[in-house]
């Protein structure tokens, strides 16, 4: 176990305690750096849509897992950062408008519909969110001329400073520059949640009534959050559209919604890092699977392939498995692995024992 | 003419959105859950139903063939709380949201893999039968929809007035806690409600697919289902029959008179005002919490 | 003149009066508990004056201010602070983080400079925490800084709840039954901690207390409630001996009377 000495309260405002942690981000930021030179094309290429998928997932960690906000409908965020940024692009505006841009639409729209969002609580705010997720979708086929109907429209080619971000032609480029705009959004986001911005997220989370006693906006606290997270989320949407080339609605459905609810779950809610594992388990998955059944089928000649809705069946069950035996998640997970090392042979049986409570009514609120 | 054509096909949907929202509240009425597969055992009751009594598959007689199913989906939704909702107790409420997602994919997949995606009919005794009337044409499957569900919510509702068991349950979802306490068998009251959501949902399956043809994706009806029940407010039983017709008779009104999309926007816009208007929706249940 | 002036005050839920015309003043530096059996409407008294419930009638003022109309997240910031009955700490924060989470009303940073944790942030940090701090060392909670709240023995999140009402910085504190569910031991440091609190940060403190020991010991003047409505207001020692209070908590035929 780790003794740390703290001279200043610095030590705790500091985003890492000790110098090992900070050496531990460098060496792993340095890996991500160098990646494109470690791996080919077809990699780097699902190493880009694990960055964005990380970044759609801490966009909805700020709100499920830091504020509490259960949504099931963060699709449409992604969708409108997706349209917005392609479309000013379109319009012939730069990336390095367009794209904060698209956030920025992403944001208002989500804090907008979150002010009358949260005097519900709990199940209702999720299903408000469901419902904006169909008008959305619908709107987004409504509004032809900017975001080509049914038959979907292009993001166009990133270029700035002369400098090519293709996704097809300079995928370095374009892994590099999704690499930092995750490291800032990383950041961010974890300077908020040291910060007194973060810690009215949690209260809010975790009691509403004491926040309000402390002097917390919870209806202002609230919106904000759920700003932020779809802001995040509309910037992941933009990077998902260029990714992505050319894109419809379908792109957007309701199970990119569940699936980045997965990520957070799955992940460890209330964690940043779980956004990241999270989204690591769910662009990896289907290649495991594919693997897995291209071995099956070159073995035994057993062809899964020919079972539709094999992948979705696996992350559900897996879902579930989760939720039942370990509600923290991959993070939680770790972080227990972590601390029976770190005190061994200390550990007990029943250290991590959740805490049973009991059913309170949501009436009562 | 036209628009009393339109109200009363729009009726008979909406009767079904309502037997679905019916299981939402069930559930919501005895654990404060909320189960997102409602749906999709509303469309494995109708596929079981159908596997039971078409020609092509078991053959038993429609009237045999409809009560079998609705047992045995009542097993399914008493084996679910059982197997997994159970194990999840006292875990936040979106634990279960989340749970009963990915349970909605499970029982799809079943569905596909047993019956496959391409769009099946139910065989039933009154298929195509018309009665006609003044310039209306009503189906004898919208008549029977519509009665069927108006039985069926009595039924429910007097099962909660009533009932040890429906007391209790209520009891139960004010606080689980103190309802234990008492010697309410939380537990076992909990199974009862998921099996009896399951048993709901079949029949809203049979009622749906006397009306065309069924496929396991028609599960996300669901959703709307839920618009409905949150629009009546979730806890109560009339209320969500009510939401459901309310739901089922603008959506085909607007599809005549307005855009496509505005159509399928209509349910989740009404939703958000009501939402926004009464949080608790219609027939709120809401109370200050006690500090 | 008086820091906390209640007037009159009522509320109903339906046909049920749980508060029915008190009226009270709250001196500053004076130590005021208001007594009463159960459902005797003391803690609604503490609701209303944290404006989460809304009063039928009557009016509070703090500090000379009309307070009635205020919003329940505005009160704090006026330097009224309170704790719960039940304890509403956040459940999966540290107790440092909790205590942190009490500065709220002092924070001089917004969201965008919070993000980008500039140097001011940090400033007001360091701040917070050396605010936070003294109320660690008030109440002896070193050990405790870097312990999630979930895992608290019940008498220290008892004992954070108090710190991080301290941390507001509060003129006035309202203590909902601070001695419920303590050991005798943890009851004897509420009761000096609540002298020191006034003594020494000048603090005036409302409490609700079952606790007679508690209140005898620490109280200048004890306002006795039953069915919502006063029944008696004086020094302890008055109250206890009033004919009604006695007739209240024994349940004598007097109590409808009453």
């Known amino acids: ?365 | 003419m036209e628009l009393l054509q339109l109200m009363i096909g729009g009726l008979a949907n909406g009767c079904i959105y309502g037997l679905v929202a019916l299981g939402f509240v069930l559930i919501y009425k005895a654990s404060e859950g909320v189960n997102f597969a409602q749906g999709d055992m509303m469309m494995l009751g109708a596929f079981v139903a159908l596997g039971l009594g078409n020609s092509a598959q078991m053959g038993l007689s429609f009237w045999l063939a409809v009560p079998i199913a609705i047992v045995i989906m009542f097993g399914v939704g008493w084996g679910v709380e059982r197997v997994v909702v159970r194990r999840i107790f006292g875990q936040p409420q979106f634990a279960l949201v989340i749970l009963t997602i990915a349970m909605g994919f499970v029982f799809r997949f079943v569905a596909g893999s047993i019956w496959g995606y391409t769009p099946l009919v139910l065989e039933t005794p009154f298929a195509g039968q018309n009665l006609r009337g003044g310039g209306i044409v009503i189906s004898v499957s919208d008549l029977i929809t519509i009665g069927v569900t108006i039985a069926l919510t009595l039924g429910l509702w007097a099962f909660f007035a009533f009932t040890r068991i429906g007391l209790a349950a209520q009891a139960a979802s004010q606080n689980q806690m103190a309802a234990y306490i008492v010697g309410v068998p939380v537990m076992r009251i909990n199974s009862i409600i998921w099996g009896l959501s399951g048993a709901v949902a079949t029949v809203a399956g049979v009622l749906y697919a006397t009306r065309g043809a069924i496929d396991p994706n028609i599960g996300l009806l669901g959703i709307k289902a839920f618009a409905a029940a949150v629009i009546g407010g979730l806890g109560s039983l009339p209320g969500a029959l009510l939401g459901g017709i309310i739901i089922g008779v603008v959506e085909p009104i607007a599809g005549r008179y307005a855009p496509g999309e505005l159509a399928i926007m209509s349910p989740y816009i009404i939703m958000l005002i009501v939402l926004v208007t009464r949080p608790g929706g219609l027939f709120a249940q809401m109370h200050a919490k006690k500090v | 003149m008086s820091l906390l002036e209640v007037k009159d005050l009522a509320v109903h839920f339906g046909g049920v009066k749980a508060v029915d015309g008190v009226s009270f003043k709250v001196d500053p530096g004076e130590v005021f508990a208001i007594i009463g059996p159960n459902g005797a409407g003391k803690s609604t008294i503490f609701n209303l004056i944290s404006r989460i419930y809304e009063p039928t009638r009557g009016t509070i003022h703090f500090d000379g201010r009309n307070i009635t109309g205020l919003k329940a997240h505005d009160i704090a910031s006026l330097g009224i602070a309170r704790t719960f009955q039940n304890i509403e700490l956040f459940d999966h924060s540290t107790v440092l983080a909790n205590l942190l989470m009490g500065r709220h009303t002092h924070r001089s940073t917004n969201f965008v400079q919070d993000i980008l944790f500039l140097p001011k942030v940090r400033r007001a940090e360091r701040e917070h925490r050396r605010r936070v701090e003294e109320v660690i060392e008030f109440l002896e909670l070193e050990a405790y800084r870097k312990k999630m709240i979930a895992g608290l023995p019940y008498g220290v999140r008892k004992v954070v709840e108090i710190g991080r009402a301290l941390a507001i910085g509060p003129k006035l504190i309202l203590l909902d039954e601070p001695a419920s569910g303590l050991s005798v031991e943890e009851t004897q440091d509420v009761a000096f901690w609540i002298e020191d609190m006034r003594r020494d940060m000048g603090l005036t403190v409302l409490m609700v207390e079952h606790d007679m020991s508690l209140v005898n010991q620490v109280s200048d003047r004890v306002l006795a409630v039953a069915n919502g409505k006063p029944l008696a207001e004086g020094t302890p020692q008055e109250v206890q001996a009033d004919p009604h209070v006695q007739a209240a908590y024994l349940g004598t035929p007097e109590e409808d009377a009453a």
């Open chain 1, 1 to 365: 176990m780790r003794i740390v000495f703290k001279t200043s309260y610095d030590r705790d405002i500091d985003l890492h305690e000790h110098g090992w942690s900070r050496a531990k981000i460098a060496v792993l930021l340095g890996i991500m750096i160098l990646l494109p030179f470690l791996v080919g094309e077809y990699y780097l290429a699902e190493a880009t849509n694990t960055l964005i998928w990380a970044l759609a997932g801490m966009g909805l960690m700020i709100a499920v897992g830091h504020t509490g906000q259960v949504s099931l409908g963060h699709a449409a965020f992604l969708s409108i950062g997706a349209y917005t940024d392609a479309a000013l692009m379109n319009a012939g505006l730069p990336f390095l408008v367009a794209f904060p841009a698209a956030g920025l639409v992403a944001g208002l729209f989500g804090a907008v519909i979150a002010i009358p969002a949260v005097r519900m609580s709990g199940i209702y705010l999720a299903i408000a969110t469901l419902a904006v997720f169909v008008i959305v979708e619908e709107l987004v086929i409504l509004l032809e001329p900017i975001t080509g109907g049914v038959g979907g429209t292009m993001a166009p080619s990133i270029t700035f400073f002369g400098i090519s971000f293709d996704r097809y032609g300079a995928l370095q480029n374009f892994y590099w520059l999704i690499l930092g705009v995750v490291a800032l959004v990383t950041w961010g986001y974890a300077n908020l949640m040291r910060s007194p911005t973060g810690r009215s997220f949690l209260a809010v989370r975790d009691s509403e009534v004491s926040a309000r006693a402390l002097g917390i906006n919870v209806t202002r606290t609230k919106a904000l959050a759920f700003g932020l997270s779809s802001g995040v989320t509309g910037l992941a949407g933009a990077l998902m559209g260029h990714y992505i080339g050319f894109f419809n609605y379908e792109l957007f459905s309701i199970f990119i919604s569940i699936n980045l609810l997965l990520v957070v779950t799955i992940g460890g809610l209330g964690f940043i890092q779980g956004a990241f594992l999270g989204a690591i388990l769910i662009t990896g998955m289907p290649q495991l699977i594919a693997i897995m059944r291209d071995g099956l089928n070159a073995s035994t000649g057993i062809d899964l392939g020919s079972i539709p809705g094999l992948d979705t069946m696996m992350f559900s069950v897996i879902l579930i498995l989760f939720i039942i035996f370990e509600p923290t998640g991959l993070y939680g997970r770790w972080l227990k692995i972590r601390t029976y090392f770190e005190i061994f042979p200390l550990a007990r049986r029943d250290m991590f024992r959740r805490q049973k409570s009991y059913l309170k009514t949501e009436r009562m609120k």
